[in-house]
């Protein structure tokens, strides 16, 4: 069996739809970001201010091929935002399973993240507002998370509705394998 690695911006809801998506498939979910934060004892900020974004991204490459190995038969894995940027991490998702990009527009992405009190952890990218950033980096993004997805699911649909159309992209995959 194969890992379904869902990717897109922050707030897209990789975390809240892969821990849904895992139940609904009964398998195993991995947050990669949960990881690397589990194996560095660090929050995002400390990691970032102590070794900058390159060793950031490091770790959460890292993170992904530790997830990867430990979950051989079968996974969801809720991937960081950012994890598109090396091509190594692109190519290794698309080897080991589906991956479906989570698209949203980027006002629901902001709306998203001004409710979520733990946005305020993540060092900002740009150093924009919050609008502004979310735009630069999804347009700086976007070719990536296409080119690693297998799929592409609007992630402003209701949570059910998501998951449903998540679940027949898996089990088509799992019948073509």
């Not at 949960?34 to 490091?58: K, M, N, Y």
């Not at 991937?79 to 190519?91: F, H, I, K, S």
């Not at 409710?115 to 740009?126: A, E, K, M």
């Not at 080119?147 to 609007?154: C, F, G, L, P, T």
Request: glycine content about 8%; proline content about 3%.
């Amino acid at each position: 069996m194969s890992i379904l690695f869902l990717v897109g911006a922050r707030a897209s809801g990789k975390t809240t739809i892969g821990k849904a998506l895992a139940k609904k498939l009964d398998l195993p979910f991995a947050d990669t970001d949960q990881h690397l934060l589990d194996s560095a004892s660090r929050t995002v900020d400390q990691i970032v201010a102590e070794e900058g974004w390159p060793g950031f991204r490091t770790r959460e490459s890292a993170a992904l091929r530790d997830v990867a190995d430990a979950h051989r038969g079968g996974c969801v894995v809720a991937t960081g935002g950012g994890m598109v940027l090396a091509e190594a991490n692109r190519q290794l998702m698309r080897q080991r399973g589906m991956v479906v990009f989570l698209d949203a527009p980027v006002q629901v992405l902001a709306e998203r993240l001004g409710r979520n009190p733990l946005s305020s952890q993540r060092p900002s990218l740009t150093g924009r507002g919050l609008v502004e950033e979310i735009n630069q980096v999804l347009a700086e993004r976007r070719a990536l998370y296409e080119a690693a997805a297998h799929h592409v699911v609007d992630a402003s649909r209701p949570l059910s509705a998501i998951c449903r159309r998540i679940a027949q992209l898996w089990r088509a995959h799992a019948d073509q394998a």
